[in-house]
């Protein structure tokens, strides 16, 4: 058996090497050729699976360790025989701590407090949902738009796309949808970005064509008006550097790729795989112990306080924006290099679950946040 793979998927090798002959290869490089004899294609969200890719191939598994699958032709493997799975939910938890790490940015640059503000949850998936559960313990007024979701349970939780645009803070967390009565390309475009209020914080860490570059760079060229949070880029990675240069933060589709995120995605690609060749699931991941671990709180301290604190010691978004901002002096053809590199040798990020905060004093709301972000407590 052979099995082409994705290099940039952790601990891969240790998961699938005793199933047959592993290929390893950057996901850019797996074409047509290199897949006429394999049997397993394992990929992450940059190879484009469909007939081009697949044709006269005998692979029969197609797997993806990650939660998006608009890279996928589902219905070309449907139509096909060839079995699919996807890592859902993997790394919900990395996308949403990216999330709340910009927000606690601006809530510092701009000294608010976070239940002041309202935010908008476009998408109320594994993402959405996480970003709206932390979001409500921090006493955020909550608007969420999820218009396939909202037909399917009809309850009463959802409101207009509009509406939420209208927020302090605005978040995508949708698929990409080419067409159809639920098309998210360009969700956000000429015709609605002006009903984001001014200083108003606008948040993609979903699919990069969900917001219309050129929309976007008209709005911030005309008014300046909005702090503005890019994970994803339209043509990535041959992202639009004139765009980059004029919002706050800019990074290189890491929201996810918190370590945990990774190893998860590993994990669920590994038991499909074992289902579909009906063996035994032998592998467990491994994951160190954080060393550096403890946060010190003190007396009476504010829930923005504690979360720059806690986002300083796990995740500080905006080092990854520092990482990326050299691009702009970079010629075209260097900066997509770039761009992969900082994907490829991105650094062990772990989620707050491995982290621990020394309260000195009860604090209600606070202990509940910190439940919901899964942060480990101690009394003092």
Request: proline share 2%; charged share 30%; glycine share 4%.
């Amino acid at each position: 058996m052979k099995l082409v793979i994705d290099e940039n998927i952790v601990q891969a090798k240790e998961a699938f090497s005793s199933f047959g002959e592993t290929i390893f290869l950057n996901g850019r490089e797996i074409t047509n050729q290199v897949l006429l004899d394999a049997d397993i294609l394992i990929v992450r969200s940059i190879t484009n699976v469909n007939e081009e890719l697949l044709k006269n191939t005998k692979v029969k598994f197609v797997a993806t360790a990650t939660i998006g699958t608009d890279h996928i032709d589902e219905n070309y493997l449907q139509k096909n025989n060839i079995q699919f799975s996807s890592a859902s939910g993997c790394n919900s938890y990395s996308v949403a701590e990216y999330v709340f790490s910009a927000i606690t940015y601006f809530s510092n640059k701009y000294n608010f407090d976070f239940s002041e503000k309202s935010i908008g949850v476009v998408g109320y998936g594994n993402i959405g949902t996480k970003v709206v559960k932390i979001s409500k313990a921090l006493g955020m007024k909550v608007i969420i738009n999820d218009p396939p979701l909202e037909r399917k349970t009809e309850t009463n939780i959802f409101s207009t796309l509009e509406e939420a645009l209208k927020c302090d803070i605005i978040t995508f967390h949708v698929p990409l949808n080419v067409e159809g009565i639920d098309k998210t390309v360009h969700l956000l475009n000429d015709e609605n970005i002006e009903l984001l209020k001014e200083k108003a914080i606008i948040i993609n860490s979903s699919r990069g064509p969900v917001i219309s570059n050129e929309a976007l760079k008209k709005r911030l060229k005309n008014k300046n008006d909005i702090n503005t949070v890019l994970d994803v880029w339209e043509t990535e990675p041959n992202f639009d550097s004139e765009l980059f240069d004029l919002i706050e933060i800019g990074t290189p589709h890491i929201a996810g790729y918190s370590f945990e995120g990774k190893v998860n995605g590993t994990k669920l690609v590994y038991e499909a795989l074992c289902t579909f060749l009906k063996v035994e699931k032998t592998w467990k991941p491994f994951l160190e112990k954080v060393v550096d671990s403890k946060i010190d709180v003190v007396e009476k301290e504010t829930v923005e306080k504690v979360f720059q604190k806690l986002f300083n010691k796990s995740y500080n978004v905006m080092d990854d924006d520092s990482l990326m901002r050299p691009s702009l002096e970079m010629e075209e053809s260097v900066k997509s290099k770039h761009f992969d590199s900082l994907r490829k040798n991105y650094k062990k990020r772990r989620e707050l679950n491995n982290f621990e905060v020394e309260l000195r004093n009860e604090d209600e709301k606070l202990e509940k946040t910190l439940e919901v972000l899964r942060v480990n407590k101690k009394q003092s």
